[in-house]
């Protein structure tokens, strides 16, 4: 089975990439495609831990160009995505105040808009088809680079040792490769704000006349913008299933678990004021479908690779987005597709200058697009009304091509030898 993918020539490369994310499996599935060598470690036992829990993620056309040329993968999502082309914005208390329309990017590629488990247990099950080396129930506890030989590994909880000639730290915001990479040890930050999620069978409000009409005709796709708070709602799958998300201030401590269970009356807490339509929502949500996602902020890295340039960071591990950018998703695949390619042009025989420049590849690009998101929860929280009434474009989503419109295999190939030619000079900095 695993011979019927298109792939290049084996390269010599071997790649151990750590965590099962979005990120990991881009990664391992890009490498893979290009000829490398590759053992995914994932923590769980069970690949169902990762894919039972989720609600609504978006990969924006930068992202799911890589799902185009992973046979069978795109058109299995477009099957269970939000088929929606807008996205209709009300003031908190309830009045209508603009649509959004997204149908120009259909020229730039798909978006993609589902249930974070299905999706990626889509992408899951691609990578298994494809051969790629699984081995679940295996934490690393930490990482090491050498010179001779060189190499790259991971150290299990057993203590046992695995060497590759890269080693790939995809496992998210605590991942443990932040360590060798910074050279200490540092602690995520509370940035402040929580998020409600929320996903849930539509018949739960079908007979609800205050919302029956977010269902009742199909997919539908709303945002509801009030004071330090915005809400997001939607139907999917034709209106069978609807999800929920709103993001609030939240004071707690981020030593706290970062996820669990959140309870309905809870969260009205924080929506005095606010219309009958969200209301009615949140109090639909069944027992046990709600979690509060506490948003977790790192510092900006001066770096994204070790000393030595053979560990890489990527995705969370390497920048975590705030929702509100809508890029989180999109940007961990990409992070996968620039570094699979540049082990493919450097050869086993230069690791080291294909993690160099895949850092200058997505440096600057990176937290370009990670400073949309405070940008964009700061034009909805604290949107001056006087304003928008008169120009409700205020509070559209930027949705700009040069993050959109953007393929990062083919940008990886045309800047690659540019990049290299440069990398004498200094590392980039903040």
């Avoid at 046992?160 to 496992?171: F, G, M």
């Avoid at 493919?344 to 420049?357: D, F, H, W």
């Avoid at 990062?408 to 440069?422: F, I, T």
């Amino acid at each position: 089975m695993a011979d019927k993918f298109p792939r290049l020539p084996p390269s010599g490369i071997k790649v151990i990439v750590v965590g099962a994310g979005f990120a990991g499996l881009a990664a391992a599935i890009e490498c893979d495609r290009k000829g490398h060598s590759v053992t995914l470690l994932e923590k769980v036992d069970d690949i169902e831990e990762i894919t039972r829990i989720g609600d609504i993620i978006s990969f924006d056309p930068n992202g799911s160009k890589a799902f185009e040329r992973w046979p069978g993968v795109v058109d299995a999502m477009e099957a269970i995505a939000r088929q929606t082309t807008w996205l209709d914005l009300y003031h908190h208390e309830g009045k209508f105040v603009t649509r959004q329309s997204f149908a120009h990017e259909k020229a730039w590629g798909r978006r993609i808009n589902g249930h974070r488990g299905q999706l990626h247990s889509i992408i899951y099950k691609h990578a298994v088809a494809r051969g790629i080396d699984f081995r679940l129930g295996k934490r690393v506890e930490d990482y090491f680079e050498t010179d001779n030989p060189p190499q790259a590994g991971v150290v299990l909880s057993t203590g046992e040792r695995l060497s590759a000639d890269v080693v790939i730290a995809a496992e998210g915001v605590r991942s443990r490769g932040r360590k060798i990479v910074l050279g200490f040890d540092e602690n995520p930050k509370s940035s402040g704000y929580a998020v409600y999620r929320a996903w849930f069978p539509a018949d739960r409000i079908l007979n609800n006349p205050k919302i029956s009409h977010l269902v009742a005709n199909g997919d539908t796709h709303q945002g509801f913008i009030g004071p330090d708070i915005h809400f997001l709602a939607s139907s999917i799958k034709n209106g069978t299933e609807v999800n929920w998300v709103f993001t609030h201030i939240d004071d707690g401590n981020i030593e706290e678990s970062w996820q669990f269970p959140g309870k309905p009356e809870e969260a009205l807490t924080y929506l005095p004021g606010w219309c009958e339509i969200v209301h009615e929502l949140v109090k639909a949500t069944p027992p046990g479908r709600l979690i509060d996602h506490k948003l977790v902020y790192r510092d900006p890295l001066p770096t994204f690779i070790s000393p030595k340039a053979r560990i890489a960071l990527i995705g969370d591990s390497a920048h975590p987005f705030l929702p509100t950018s809508i890029q989180g998703a999109s940007q961990s695949i990409e992070d996968g597709v620039v570094l699979a390619t540049c082990l493919e042009l450097s050869g086993r025989g230069n690791i080291p200058r294909a993690l160099q420049a895949y850092e200058k590849l997505r440096y600057d690009r990176v937290h370009r697009a990670q400073a949309q998101g405070p940008k964009t929860r700061e034009r909805w929280h604290k949107a001056d009304w006087s304003k928008v009434w008169k120009n409700p474009e205020l509070i559209h989503l930027p949705r700009e091509p040069w993050l959109l419109n953007y393929d990062a295999e083919r940008d990886a190939y045309d800047r690659y030898d540019e990049v290299v030619s440069n990398l004498t000079s200094p590392k980039p900095k903040l």
